[in-house]
């Protein structure tokens, strides 16, 4: 018998890392810090990547690659930027057994040699827009990691655009923040709010960073995908110039936006429960597991012939028939739940006979027998149903647990008892925000970009406020 899963009520990050190893989607690496990330998790990793870089292309965007070390010097250019990333910086001193003579940056991110790569390439407007996207890793050190949430080591993609106008690199920042809300609500199943990052929680070196915030299964927040609008920062830094169509030389305008595997942690928490994963269908590895069940020689005959009948069926999904014989079906049920697969076939002797299979749904546990006959369509019909369900489901949640309320002893109550998301004035002092911090351990998330418009006051100092911001604690 398998060992049961840490409920998550009983201790929520145990019951995270358990589903992290027992899904086998990663392990722990010799490296602290660092993780392996298994053929079940990359799978996954490879339907989120997909499904992002199809709109990526849609909107004019093309990927490339730039190399993983960056000399020390160019990450000393822009100030904030190496004033934010100095402390997570892998640096490499050594180099074909011989000290360099300038030391190199492990990528934190790639502004800087994109931006000296930009200064090259770009002449005058006609060059304009780059729209490039990397898919690659990055290093930054952790301190305190968790598999997939933080690791020192993690993949992404990273864009950069340059632009001519400040306008024309805003609407980019601002598209790239809708594909990504669109990709996690439509995909990934989970229900985002779209927002602005305060001055401290910002990205090191932009002028504005935008967010999509989500809401894991414990209340707290996932910062799942953000998109930076850079201004001339960086191109002033790194000398992006252009001549305009009055021959004038101008700087040019930059973004960069990123989402990385931060994105499967957000999926196991959003969706997962005591059993384990529960994987939305649009990203899902294996979609459907056919589990074949038999008692003699001659069932077993009967029932994987019309098992493999099924698979061929269901040619155009992603489908396992796991017709394993060293293992039970219980235990493939078992298993199979576990792995978060949407929707399981079964098929067994008098399902032959009656020439139906039953399915059973990972995220109801519903059980319904169908017949073989028009399966295909049924199933596709289910799987979407599954993947609505998912995002009803999560968007319950997070409207049952978030609060729209000006009180701070009641903030303070929400926050220290089951969490939750909170709406509230803010005055915009970042003296404010640290105290709140302090006392609470919630961080302002964004400041959405819903607003209702309403005056108030700001929940900490009382002052007159106009905004509101969502406050939350958050990994
Ligand atoms: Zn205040």
Not at 258 to 284: E, K
Request: charged residues 25%; aromatic residues 10%.
């Amino acid at each position: 018998m398998v060992e049961k899963i840490t409920p998550r009520s009983q201790d929520y990050s145990r019951w995270y890392t358990e589903v992290v190893q027992r899904a086998e989607l990663a392990d722990y690496a010799p490296v602290k810090g660092c993780m392996v990330i298994r053929p079940y998790g990359y799978a996954l990793w490879e339907n989120i990547k997909e499904a992002l870089d199809r709109r990526f292309k849609a909107t004019g965007h093309v990927n490339a690659y730039f190399p993983l070390f960056i000399p020390m010097s160019f990450i000393e250019k822009e100030a904030e930027h190496v004033a934010g990333f100095s402390p997570e910086l892998a640096v490499v001193t050594h180099g074909g057994g011989k000290k360099l003579e300038e030391p190199l940056v492990v990528r934190p991110t790639s502004e800087t040699v994109i931006g000296h790569m930009y200064a090259k390439w770009v002449r005058s407007w006609r060059d304009l827009p780059i729209l490039i996207n990397q898919w690659c890793n990055v290093v930054r050190w952790e301190k305190r990691p968790r598999l997939f949430l933080r690791t020192t080591e993690f993949l992404w993609q990273e864009g950069h655009t340059a632009h001519a106008t400040a306008e024309e690199a805003l609407e980019e920042t601002l598209r790239m923040l809708n594909i990504y809300a669109d990709f996690a609500e439509n995909d990934a199943a989970i229900p985002v709010i779209k927002g602005r990052k305060s001055e401290s929680e910002k990205f090191a070196g932009a002028v504005t960073s935008y967010t999509i915030e989500a809401m894991m299964g414990n209340r707290w927040a996932l910062q799942a995908g953000t998109s930076h609008f850079l201004g001339q920062n960086f191109a002033r830094a790194f000398d992006i110039k252009y001549l305009d169509q009055n021959n004038e030389l101008q700087y040019c305008w930059t973004t960069s936006w990123g989402v990385s595997t931060r994105m499967v942690g957000a999926i196991i928490m959003v969706h997962g429960d005591d059993q384990g994963l529960i994987l939305p269908p649009r990203l899902a590895p294996i979609q459907v597991v056919i589990v074949p069940i038999w008692k003699s020689a001659d069932e077993r005959e009967r029932v994987l012939a019309a098992a493999e009948e099924v698979r061929a069926r269901l040619g155009g999904l992603r489908c396992e028939l796991d017709a394993r014989e060293e293992y039970t079906p219980g235990w493939k049920f078992h298993h199979w739940e576990t792995k978060g697969v949407p929707l399981r076939v079964e098929i067994g002797p008098r399902d032959v006979a009656e020439g139906q299979v039953v399915l059973a749904r990972r995220d109801t546990g519903q059980k319904l027998a169908v017949p073989q006959q028009g399966l295909a369509e049924r199933v596709s019909g289910l799987l979407d149903e599954i993947q609505r369900n998912l995002f009803r489901r999560a968007k319950k949640f997070l409207d049952d647990n978030s609060y729209h309320l000006d009180d701070y002893e009641e903030f303070k109550r929400i926050i220290g008892e089951d969490g939750g998301f909170i709406y509230t004035h803010w005055c915009g002092s970042a003296d404010c925000e640290a105290r709140i911090k302090e006392e609470t351990k919630a961080t302002i998330r964004c400041l959405p970009l819903d607003q209702p418009g309403t005056k108030g006051r700001c929940i900490y100092c009382g002052k007159e406020a106009d905004q509101i911001a969502l406050f939350a604690r958050a990994y």
